[in-house]
């Protein structure tokens, strides 16, 4: 098969269409002709060796969608030429409140989606929503996994609440939108580009702020007329304190990530006396990822920054790591 195998950590340009072995499916497995897969940050990160537990060499990618081509030992045959959409996380164990030791995502240390074949746990594979096409179905699962359990399993958002989505642009942040607004919140988002805040509005968003204006939570507090119930943020560093801020007393505010670093002189005070409730939240069960399957299936759709040949995947990064998309950026096989 035709695969981009990572062989060294560096640029972009490390990333080299070549071929490779086609995976078998083992028992209780699967293998998946993939028509699409989706690029995260998370590929970006191990790419450049800021990522724990890298083993080389390694196809990465944790989103796809495709045709199952072959069944192992112990799965049902019926399976095979169903078109798919693959769920990235596996081992999550028997407790909704956390994963277990055996967790792992697509992409590391498995190999992953930006091939022509990838073998999972058929306990992975979900029916792709009819209405949806290879790329839209692609770009689902890390980020919209991720939005709706940061939304629904930890901060339980309900209709009528106000909820901040910070970097809006990204895939978690765009799905954090759509989920939300899907679930009855007025959502707000904040971003470092006037353009991505523009283009929110024309997603749902009620209104958002750049947080390049040091003074961002009193001009989203002036814009909603209140303050927020929940904030979801990726982003950590300095955000982090001013989500805290900008919070109302007895709000929630969720952490899936931190691509700004550590959190400088945390304002802990700010947590008591505000009565704030602080969840971290990570990927989500297979329960989580049924659960937020069945909204696209009801008509939902992801949204999509672009799409690239995988022999364009350094391009693909290289947009990525620029901060040009919004949405998913989705490369075709």
Not at 26 to 52: C, M, S, T
Not at 62 to 87: C, H, K, N
Not at 293 to 311: K, T
Request: aromatic share 6%; charged share 20%.
């Amino acid at each position: 098969m035709k695969a981009v195998v990572l062989r060294a950590l560096g640029e972009p340009d490390v990333l080299q269409l070549e071929e490779a072995p086609d995976p078998r499916p083992g028992p209780g497995e699967a293998l998946v002709r993939l028509r699409a897969a989706a690029l995260n940050h998370r590929d970006v990160f191990i790419r450049k060796g800021q990522y724990a537990g890298i083993t080389l060499p390694v196809i990465l990618g944790s989103d796809g969608a495709g045709e199952v081509v072959e069944t192992g030992a112990g799965v049902d045959a019926a399976w095979r030429g169903r078109e798919v959409i693959i769920d990235p996380a596996s081992g999550w164990g028997g407790d909704e409140r956390a994963q277990g030791p055996s967790f792992q995502i697509l992409g590391l240390p498995r190999d992953g989606t930006y091939a022509e074949l990838v073998a999972v746990r058929v306990e992975q594979l979900h029916e792709k929503p009819a209405h949806l096409s290879f790329e839209e179905a692609a770009a689902i699962p890390l980020a919209s996994l991720t939005a709706y359990r940061a939304l629904v399993s930890r901060a339980h958002v309900g209709a009528g609440e106000t909820v901040v989505v910070t970097g809006i642009g990204g895939g978690v942040a765009t799905c954090a939108l759509l989920i939300g607004t899907r679930l009855g919140a007025t959502v707000y988002v904040t971003s470092g580009s006037d353009a991505k805040l523009d283009a929110a509005r024309t997603h749902g968003a009620a209104g958002g702020v750049n947080h390049q204006d040091p003074a961002w939570p009193k001009a989203l507090i002036a814009q909603i007329g209140g303050r927020p119930d929940v904030v979801i943020d990726g982003a950590g560093g300095e955000t982090f304190n001013k989500a805290l801020d900008v919070l109302a007393p007895g709000g929630r505010l969720v952490s899936y990530g931190a691509t700004l670093g550590a959190v400088p002189a945390m304002e802990v005070r700010r947590i008591f006396w505000k009565q704030l409730s602080v969840l971290g939240s990570t990927m989500g069960s297979p329960g989580d990822f049924a659960a937020m399957l069945q909204l696209y299936a009801d008509g939902l759709r992801p949204i999509v920054d672009g799409a690239m040949p995988l022999a364009q995947a350094a391009e693909a990064h290289r947009r990525m790591e620029d901060g040009r998309q919004f949405g998913k950026i989705v490369l075709t096989i």
